[in-house]
């Protein structure tokens, strides 16, 4: 069960996300992911909570291509917290074309809570897991 609301945003994918084979290339994909995380994560009062001495680093993501999305589609990109651990938060995202409603990609990503002069994990405190459960309330 997710700890967090779903968070979406439409956009239309641009000429220069194509690659040699004709449709999005994979990378544009983790891109994307990235961005839009660190936009959800923004929204909430994810960085006024965390302050500056600490940050999120990636660990791992995943991603499994399902179908190929082509120049000009516009596509739905979804994201919701999964869990948080002691120093980990797992962020889940699909990819959805909107004129047919078809499943794209879908992909994971695992991010360590660390502390920016060390660049150590550290325990992720209330302050920003609560962000996620009091947005998820609303």
């Known amino acids: 069960m997710p700890i967090s609301s779903t968070y979406s945003k439409t956009f239309t ?3 220069k996300s194509i690659d040699e084979n004709g449709h999005v290339n994979n990378v544009a994909y983790v891109q994307w ?3 839009i995380a660190v936009e959800h994560y923004d929204s ?3 960085n006024q909570a965390q302050g500056t001495e600490s940050t999120w680093v990636v660990r791992e993501h995943k991603v ?3 179908l190929p999305a082509f120049e000009g589609e516009e596509i739905e990109i979804r ?3 999964e869990s948080i651990r002691k120093v980990r938060s797992l962020r889940k995202y699909e990819f959805v074309r909107i004129a047919d409603s078809r499943l794209l990609v879908k992909g994971e990503t ?3 809570f660390v502390d920016v002069k060390t660049g150590s994990p550290r325990a992720i405190p209330s ?3 609560n962000v996620f459960a009091s947005e998820s309330n609303k």
């Open 13 to 15: 994918i641009p000429k």
């Open 33 to 35: 992911m990235q961005d």
């Open 44 to 46: 909430i009062g994810g």
């Open 64 to 66: 499994e291509y399902l």
């Open 79 to 81: 994201t919701w917290v």
């Open 110 to 112: 695992d991010w360590v």
């Open 127 to 129: 302050e920003v897991s």
